[in-house]
């Protein structure tokens, strides 16, 4: 699991409530990645990081924003829940210079928004 | 269009049987390959990595990568009833960094 852990796994809320996700990492890892997955989609990037205080939007960035303030943590808030962001999170972070493209995953958030 | 299509099955299978699995891609920049596998409720974990077009062998599976069809296959021989899980592609281009796009996931289940 490279050391990832996301909190809180499970998390029910009411629309227009703020609601922040956290991902840790125990291994250093310089990139960290914040994903959505949904039946018919895959996964989809919502926001990556590249450093500390480095972030960039992906594919589907609209309604979240994200902070990293410390190489561990990545955090991924909605600003105002609606329920299209019901949805199951996943964070992952990837080796710096890793020749495998390997992306190490979390255990998943899954988000209901009622 | 998707820039990378997977058939989402769900597909299922008698233990012991030769299980395909495929994606195809639109965007020619595409160089480096990955299968996933996904238990229910868990993260993706990699699976396989290719390089570029040919294939790669890991004990019961291997991925094949035909750029001049954009096409990549996932074959897993004698599958057994661990090997139920979704398998998912994914890909990037050589400038993208690590930023992966990902197929929508097949869904397998070996029956013993």
């Known amino acids: 699991d490279a050391g990832i852990t996301q909190s809180p796994r499970h998390k029910v809320t009411e629309t227009g409530t703020p609601v922040t996700l956290r991902c840790h990492q125990t291994?250093?890892?310089?990139?960290m990645y914040w994903y959505r997955q949904d039946p018919g989609h895959g996964l989809r990037l919502i926001h990556y990081?590249?450093?500390?205080?480095?972030?960039d939007k992906g594919e589907v960035s609209d309604g979240y924003s994200v902070s990293r303030s410390k190489t561990e943590d990545f955090l991924l808030t909605l600003e105002s829940a609606t329920s299209s962001q019901t949805s199951v999170y996943f964070c992952a972070t990837h080796l710096d210079g890793g020749s495998t493209d390997t992306q190490y995953f979390g255990p998943g958030t899954r988000l209901t928004v009622l | 269009q998707k820039e990378v299509e997977q058939d989402p099955g769900p597909l299922s299978v008698p233990e012991g049987a030769i299980v395909s699995l495929n994606c195809t891609y639109s965007n020619s920049a595409f160089q480096y390959f990955m299968w996933y596998r996904q238990y229910s409720r868990k993260g993706p974990e990699l699976l396989m990595y290719?390089?570029?077009?040919g294939n790669k062998e890991d004990g019961r599976f291997t991925a094949q990568v035909d750029k001049s069809s954009k096409y990549i296959s996932l074959f897993i021989r004698d599958s057994q009833p661990s090997d139920s899980a979704t398998y998912l592609c994914a890909m990037r281009s050589h400038n993208q960094g690590g930023k992966l796009i990902f197929g929508q996931g097949t869904e397998l289940s070996v029956k013993p």
């Open positions: 990081s590249y450093g500390v205080k480095d972030t």
């Open positions: 291994e250093n890892h310089r990139y």
């Open positions: 290719t390089y570029s077009s």
